[in-house]
C-alpha cells in the first residue's frame, strides 16, 4: 500500500490564481481530513469528509473548496490564491476510531 | 473553541536524559488524546494514544493523563539524538475524529 499520497510536493502561485491539491488513499479508509500548518504552529483542519460525497467545513475553510467523488480521492481547491495561503497542506485519512494517517504534505508558497 | 496547549519550547536534554513534554487541554469532555512526533519537513508520525487516566507506556515512551487537571504529558526515557523532533499534542475534537493540535514543543537531544 502506498498509504496516503499527495500532489504536488511544492507549488509556487501567484496571487490570484487556482490550483487543486489532489490527495488520494489505497486503505478504503472512510474518514479524510486537510490541514494547514503555518510556520512554528499547530495543524488546523480546514475540511474533512467522512465518505464519499460527504464533506464539511473544519476551523479555517474560508477560500478553500473540497470534494469526494470516490473513498480514494478528497481533492483541495484554492481560489484566487492570497499570501495568507502560503502553509504546508497535509491531508489525513482513517478507519472509523483508527488513528489518522498523514500524507507527506504539500508545500505552498503564494506571491 | 476548544483549545490545546504547549510550551514552544525549545527543550533541551542530553542524551540518554529523561524528556517531558506536557499539553493542556481546554475542553473538559475530551476522551482521546494524542503525542505526534514530526521531523522538519516531515509530516506528522503518532507516537502514543491515550483514553484514560494514568500511563500509558510504549517502549521509551509513556503518555500520562490526567483528566481532572486537563493535563497530558509524554515522557522519554534513554533519549537519543535522533529523537531531536517537533512533538505535537493533539485532542480529538468532534465525533467525526477531526483532531485539534497544539503548537508543539520542539525537543533537541544533545550528543
Known amino acids: 500500500n502506498a498509504g496516503v499520497t499527495q500532489t504536488p510536493k511544492f507549488r509556487i502561485l501567484k496571487i490570484g490564481q487556482s490550483m487543486t491539491l489532489q490527495c488520494t488513499q489505497d486503505?478504503?479508509?472512510?474518514?479524510m481530513y486537510w490541514y494547514r500548518q503555518d510556520p512554528g504552529m499547530g495543524l488546523k483542519l480546514i475540511y474533512y469528509?467522512?465518505?464519499?460525497?460527504?464533506?464539511d467545513k473544519g476551523e479555517v475553510p474560508n477560500g478553500y473548496n473540497v470534494s469526494r467523488s470516490t473513498t480514494e480521492d478528497f481533492p483541495l481547491r484554492l481560489e484566487l490564491a492570497a499570501p495568507s495561503q502560503t502553509s504546508v497542506y497535509f491531508c489525513?485519512?482513517?478507519?472509523?476510531?483508527?488513528?489518522?494517517?498523514f500524507g507527506p504534505g504539500t508545500r505552498l508558497t503564494v506571491t | 473553541q476548544k483549545e490545546v496547549e504547549q510550551n514552544s519550547g525549545p527543550l533541551s536534554v542530553p542524551e540518554g536524559a529523561i524528556a517531558s513534554l506536557n499539553c493542556t487541554y481546554s475542553d473538559r469532555g475530551s476522551q482521546s488524546f494524542f503525542w505526534y512526533r514530526q521531523y522538519s519537513g516531515k509530516s506528522p508520525e503518532l507516537i502514543m494514544s491515550i483514553y484514560s487516566n494514568g500511563d500509558q507506556e510504549d517502549g521509551r515512551f509513556t503518555a500520562q493523563l490526567n483528566k481532572a487537571s486537563q493535563y497530558v504529558s509524554l515522557l522519554i526515557r534513554d533519549s537519543q539524538p535522533s529523537d531531536s523532533a517537533t512533538y505535537l499534542c493533539?485532542?480529538?475534537?468532534?465525533?467525526?475524529?477531526?483532531?485539534?493540535f497544539g503548537k508543539g514543543t520542539k525537543l533537541s537531544v544533545k550528543p
Open positions: 469528509s467522512v465518505g464519499a460525497g460527504i464533506t
Open positions: 493533539a485532542v480529538r475534537g468532534g465525533s467525526q475524529g477531526n483532531l485539534i
Open positions: 486503505m478504503n479508509h472512510n474518514y
Open positions: 489525513a485519512s482513517k478507519r472509523d476510531s483508527y488513528e489518522q494517517y
